[in-house]
């Protein structure tokens, strides 16, 4: 009896430190995305708090690799994450360019936007290239340039009175997640 309770005993304690040790490691990844995330949107009135976690919680869950223990990581996670978040606007842009219902000057508004984000991605990935070779100045400068695309695509539609773009959701967060992984560059480089 006593040998069945000691291997119980094993069993239980082995798996209550499993449990802790995910637990652990889930709660530090929030804790580091939650902190990085207060602390840029403290320093840039363009960056949302609540967007900025909601964004990088949602990627770290469906990653399959290890959750992220260091800024490094996030900025890597953020760059990945805009770059996929640019080849699907350019997706929905394909779609909107099928559909009929946009006049002349809305089709040539969204072609415009299609050449701003299909050049956005290859600037992301030399922005990922930079980073990854500590190129922080480098990548600071690309990701800017990348995130022109939202502002200037989103101002095409601004020059015709009346017109509305059917972007303006994507744009925003195209925008918002070049200024994560901005805020998290330049906290690395200084």
Not at 38 to 56: P, Q, R, T
Not at 77 to 102: C, E, G, R, Y
Not at 141 to 154: K, N
Request: with cysteine.
């Amino acid at each position: 009896m006593r040998s069945l309770f000691s291997s119980f005993s094993k069993i239980f304690i082995t798996i209550t430190i499993t449990f802790l040790m995910l637990f652990h490691c889930t709660i530090g990844s929030n804790n580091l995305i939650q902190n990085s995330c207060k602390k840029a949107s403290d320093g840039d009135s363009n960056l949302s708090y609540n967007f900025c976690v909601a964004s990088l919680e949602e990627a770290n869950s469906k990653s399959h690799g290890q959750s992220p223990d260091h800024l490094e990581q996030l900025v890597l996670i953020s760059l990945n994450l805009t770059i996929s978040n640019a080849t699907n606007i350019n997706s929905i842009i394909s779609k909107l360019l099928k559909d009929k219902q946009f006049d002349k000057y809305a089709r040539d508004c969204l072609k415009g936007c299609s050449e701003l984000y299909s050049d956005a991605i290859p600037t992301l990935q030399e922005a990922l290239c930079a980073f990854r070779s500590k190129d922080f100045p480098k990548a600071n400068v690309e990701v800017s340039s990348a995130m022109d695309a939202s502002s200037t695509c989103e101002d095409g539609f601004k020059d015709k009175k009346g017109e509305v773009s059917p972007l303006r959701k994507e744009n925003d967060v195209f925008f918002q997640l070049n200024v994560i992984s901005l805020a998290f560059i330049n906290t690395l480089s200084n």
